[in-house]
């Protein structure tokens, strides 16, 4: 079957981005269409221009006889700030205020719109690095681990407080909780991460960091090592914190309850990544 141009356009770019960071050889796409390889270089420096000028992504090419393009996440500083911007905005809305002084973000990760523009920003800083697996810990980070884990097309592998039947057999740690200075305890499933496995840890919410140190316990026990840390939200006012490097969308910088006011702030994500905010 021969495809149009402007067919072969539109198939070719929903392919690519279907399968980020997946190494597609250029003779797939000459056999899928009948086209020579010369006809799908022009296509493809085509997709890679509007993908790059719309701050979705880019095309990454790769030379020799094994070589192919590949898509990598990629979104633009401009749209990335427009987002936190808004984010920020909508946690520090008073209403999101619960007894304790905690906040109510359920919405906001049940919301995949939300979920899936913060999963993108936080694969973009991500998208070159060596990455086999995403992890987090269960629940509430789950919507936006599986997020970037699509972004990067690896698999996500979720830390349990409790043991399951269904996880078969597993690796439990103590860990020292940052805020609350209690022992807990997590699990993970001795069939989930490969020895080895390079991991980049995401989570909704960062106070001290004690979760965070826990998973990195636990990454020890499989012999597989840090390839990041990134939260969503972060608490500022922390004495002591566990965690030095990772990057953050949003920022809380102050909760009043008397006053019902909760001030939110951009995250280091801009600063991290060498950009400045």
């Known amino acids: 079957m021969k495809f149009r141009r402007s067919e072969r356009l539109i198939d070719m770019t929903h392919y690519l981005l279907e399968r980020p960071r997946e190494l597609v050889p250029l003779t797939f796409f000459a056999e899928r269409y009948s086209s020579a390889k010369s006809s799908i270089s022009e296509d493809l420096a085509i997709i890679k221009e509007t993908l790059e000028n719309r701050g979705v992504g880019t095309l990454q090419t790769v030379p020799g006889a094994a070589g192919g393009v590949k898509f990598l996440v990629k979104m633009s ?66 919507p936006l681990a599986y997020a970037v884990a699509t972004q990067l097309n690896v698999p996500l592998v979720i830390v349990r407080r409790d043991s399951k039947v269904t996880e078969g057999p597993t690796v439990s740690i103590n860990y020292v909780s940052g805020s ?91 600063k991290r990544n060498g950009i400045e905010g």
């Open 180 to 270: 609350a200075k209690r022992i807990q305890s997590m699990l993970l499933s001795k069939r989930s991460l490969a020895e080895g496995s390079r991991v980049l840890i995401v989570d909704d919410f960062m106070k001290a960091g004690g979760t965070v140190v826990g998973m990195v316990s636990l990454l020890e026990e499989f012999n597989a090592s840090v390839a990041g840390i990134a939260v969503l939200v972060e608490s500022e006012k922390i004495e002591e914190r566990l965690v030095d490097e990772y990057i953050s969308l949003v920022q809380l910088a102050d909760v009043d309850v008397k006053e019902r006011r909760i001030k939110v702030k951009e995250g280091n994500y801009f």
């Open 77 to 142: 500083d401009e749209h990335a700030k427009l987002f936190i911007e808004e984010l920020c905005e909508l946690i520090a809305k008073p209403d999101r205020l619960l007894p304790g002084g905690y906040l109510y973000l359920a919405d906001i990760l049940g919301n995949p719109s939300i979920v899936e523009t913060a999963g993108k920003i936080i694969a973009s800083a991500y998208a070159s690095a060596k990455i086999d697996v995403v992890m987090t810990v269960a629940t509430k980070g789950i």
